[in-house]
């Protein structure tokens, strides 16, 4: 999710994972550059001339071969999907998923829209947190959103780009919005797969297009719909960048073999023998560590500077296990997203139930459909945007996290929403005097509801 750079782009190889940074250079292969800004009217990228001089493609040669990927609507099997990416389960939980072919005539004048879509459903595993008003925390919903916009740019993928790629979602924009974007209605208007109008009355459905896909990246529209018996509540919205890199290449820039084998179950050393060792592990009880997330794992938050409308706060996260990162990736275990906003928005709520001295609930279980959620002072989430630089992979380091939140709209009269924005810093944990890489940018907006 990221980089508002006016260069290319080199990856970098470094014990934790791979930075991305502006550098020019006159021999070796030439990255295509990023640069974008963020709108509510969607994500405006701009791309050099530039081409790939490795490759021997073209982009124009490309972007004709994506537009002849041959079409259809029909179920997808897990094994399919796993063909063509490298997400699996338990991180990845999506379910009833169909490829949805989009009538040629329906993309007229929507000159990125890509011929094929994507739909499936998905059931709510992580706590709700210090949410309230949907059934699943916009963590959650971002990394099952994130997920099947890698599917549907895998599925759009041409001919000669067959096989298994990660889609690395390098910046984002998320948030809960009673409108469409004209690619995203072009799909809902579409042919619906059959038997997915059944499940609208008690499943999440999620529905994705690719909106532009060249060599190195897609970008991608999402939108999640709540069931019927959650009157009211506004779909969620995720338009995504995605990095694209074969798998010999992201392996290339990863500790994978020195991790290969510690994704695998932790064998006899007991949970409190790790944690003394300074690193997070999730119960194992289940088959997902993802439905085990309780809040951030230790209660330090040290206050840096606080006034009547900003408090600025501080914590830590120790490394994360293998064991904790299962199916993100297979032989590159790496903190999943959904974990690493999940820990920002714990921090954000610390902070802003710091700064209106209000005690805001934390949630332990999953809302999800038919389940009432606590009373108590709650936030309802409006939106996210992620800047991400840098993977964390498995057992490398902890993670520093600084968050300042602001009040920027006050109740002025009785049921008026009081809006708070957080804005988080996060970066690799360090001895004192040396350099704390950063990992990620994190903006987020809540409304407090009493």
């Known amino acids: 999710m990221m980089l508002l750079l006016n260069a290319f782009l080199l990856f970098t190889t470094t014990c934790q994972g791979f930075t991305i940074y502006p550098v020019s250079f006159a021999a070796g292969p030439k990255l295509l550059p990023n640069y974008h800004s963020f709108g509510r009217n969607g994500l405006q990228m701009n791309v050099s001339n530039s081409t790939t001089v490795s490759e021997t493609q073209n982009e124009a040669d490309y972007n004709q071969d994506c537009t002849s990927v041959a079409g259809g609507t029909q179920k997808l099997d897990y094994s399919e999907i796993?063909?063509?990416?490298?997400?699996?389960?338990?991180?990845?939980?999506?379910?009833?998923?169909?490829?949805?072919?989009?009538?040629?005539?329906?993309?007229n004048g929507l000159t990125s829209a890509?011929?094929?879509?994507f739909s499936c459903t998905v059931d709510p595993e992580m706590s709700i947190g210090r949410e309230a008003g949907s059934p699943i925390s916009f963590p959650e919903a971002g990394r099952h959103m994130a997920i099947a916009g890698s599917v549907v740019a895998a599925l759009n993928q041409p001919p000669t780009k067959n096989g298994k790629h990660y889609y690395l979602a390098m910046d984002c924009h998320l948030e809960a919005a009673s409108?469409?974007?004209?690619?995203?209605?072009?799909?809902?208007?579409?042919?619906?797969?059959?038997?997915?109008?059944?499940?609208?009355n008690d499943q999440i459905i999620i529905s994705a297009v690719c909106c532009e896909l060249t060599n190195r990246k897609a970008v991608c529209e999402i939108m999640m719909q709540f069931p019927k018996e959650y009157g009211g509540v506004e779909p969620y919205y995720l338009r995504v960048n995605y990095t694209v890199m074969a798998p010999k290449v992201f392996k290339r820039f990863s500790p994978s073999r020195a991790l290969e084998q510690q994704i695998k179950r932790p064998?006899?050393?007991?949970?409190?023998?790790?944690?003394?060792?300074?690193?997070?592990v999730l119960p194992q009880d289940t088959l997902s560590p993802y439905a085990q997330f309780r809040g951030?794992?230790?209660?330090?938050?040290?206050?840096?500077?606080?006034?009547?409308?900003?408090?600025?706060?501080?914590?830590?996260?120790?490394?994360v296990s293998a064991a904790s990162c299962q199916g993100h990736f297979d032989g590159n275990p790496?903190?999943?997203?959904?974990?690493?906003?999940?820990?920002c928005a714990d921090l954000s709520g610390k902070a802003i139930g710091t700064l209106t001295?209000?005690?805001?609930t934390f949630g332990k279980e999953c809302a999800g459909p038919g389940k009432k959620q606590d009373t108590g002072n709650i936030l309802k989430f409006i939106s996210c945007e992620v800047d991400a630089h840098k993977l964390v992979y498995a057992n490398t380091h902890g993670l520093t996290l600084s968050c300042e939140v602001e009040k920027v709209g006050c109740a002025v009269r009785v049921g008026e929403p009081t809006i708070f924005s957080s804005n988080v810093l996060i970066?690799?944990?360090?001895?004192?005097?040396?350099?704390?890489?950063?990992?990620?940018?994190?903006?987020?907006?809540?409304e407090l509801v009493a």
Request: aromatic letters at 8%; charged letters at 20%.
């Open 179 to 200: 409108d469409v974007t004209p690619i995203m209605q072009t799909f809902l208007t579409s042919q619906i797969p059959a038997g997915m109008n059944d499940l609208k």
């Open 427 to 446: 970066v690799a944990s360090a001895p004192p005097g040396e350099k704390e890489d950063l990992i990620a940018k994190m903006k987020f907006k809540f």
């Open 114 to 117: 890509m011929p094929l879509g």
């Open 357 to 360: 001295e209000t005690c805001i």
């Open 82 to 107: 796993q063909n063509i990416i490298d997400v699996s389960r338990p991180y990845y939980k999506l379910e009833n998923e169909f490829q949805v072919d989009i009538p040629a005539t329906a993309t």
């Open 334 to 343: 790496a903190l999943p997203i959904a974990f690493l906003a999940a820990f």
């Open 267 to 280: 064998s006899s050393t007991s949970n409190q023998e790790r944690k003394e060792d300074n690193q997070l």
């Open 296 to 319: 951030l794992p230790f209660d330090s938050f040290e206050i840096l500077s606080q006034s009547n409308s900003v408090v600025i706060m501080k914590t830590s996260v120790p490394k």
